[in-house]
């Protein structure tokens, strides 16, 4: 059955510093894979997807992410986080007929 | 740009109460989905569709009913609402291919009393 697990609750990080959060999936084929923000209060916004080519995907904000498949994981990365990025992120990977969201990672920033 | 709108963010309602919760999209999109969070549960898909008249149960369906009469709008309804289902419900669209970028609207918080 596909799944997406995203290993960390929750994450503390300060201003400036480099940001990583961890995604692996579990899926036959080759997936579609997304990482999702949601700022407090908000409905989610796409920050980048990989479908197929270049493994590593650039996205909005400055947020980019690299697809392992003999890891089955999907980090997104961002070099340098700024207070704005305070919010839950969720990875997803696109099934035959539907999304299929991970539990989601809430970023903290200390200024 | 996309815009999906539910037409409450926040209700309070009565245990036992019917309870629409309305949602529109302007992008012409197949999908339309209703998602529950909860804290540390993540998105659960309730329902989803895929066209006019057409659903399709997701991973929590019970308690909750959905109809599309029309393309761009997707209602969720709660038959009789109960307290374990005070949540935030997330309306969603989307083109047909599941590659294709899932919108959402804002949010309406549901509390039941």
């Known amino acids: 059955a596909q799944s997406v697990t995203q290993p960390d609750i929750h994450i503390t990080v300060s201003e400036g510093a480099s940001l990583e959060l961890r995604c692996n999936y579990s899926?036959?084929?080759?997936?579609?894979l997304f990482w999702y923000v949601q700022s407090p209060g908000q409905g989610l916004q796409l920050l980048l997807k990989y479908f197929s080519g270049d493994t590593l995907v650039q996205g909005i904000k400055g947020f980019e992410a690299e697809f392992k498949r003999s890891q089955s994981s999907f980090n997104l990365r961002k070099p340098s986080v700024h207070w704005s990025d305070a919010a839950e992120y969720f990875c997803a990977v696109g099934a035959v007929d539907k999304v299929i969201f991970g539990p989601g990672t809430s970023l903290s920033v200390i200024p | 740009d996309v815009k999906v709108t539910q037409s409450s963010r926040y209700l309070v309602k009565r245990t036992g109460e019917k309870v629409f919760l309305e949602c529109v999209q302007d992008m012409d999109h197949e999908n339309m989905f209703w998602y529950r969070q909860d804290p540390g549960l993540g998105l659960r898909l309730i329902y989803f569709?895929?066209?006019?008249?057409?659903?399709e149960k997701g991973d929590i369906p019970e308690g909750y009913s959905v109809s599309r009469e029309k393309k761009e709008r997707f209602s969720l309804i709660l038959e009789s609402a109960s307290t374990n289902q005070t949540s935030m419900y997330l309306c969603?669209?989307?083109?047909?291919?599941?590659?294709?970028?899932?919108?959402f609207g804002e949010g309406s918080w549901l509390t039941v009393v």
């Open positions: 969603a669209s989307s083109l047909r291919f599941s590659g294709n970028t899932i919108y």
């Open positions: 899926y036959g084929a080759t997936p579609y």
């Open positions: 569709s895929y066209d006019v008249k057409m659903k």
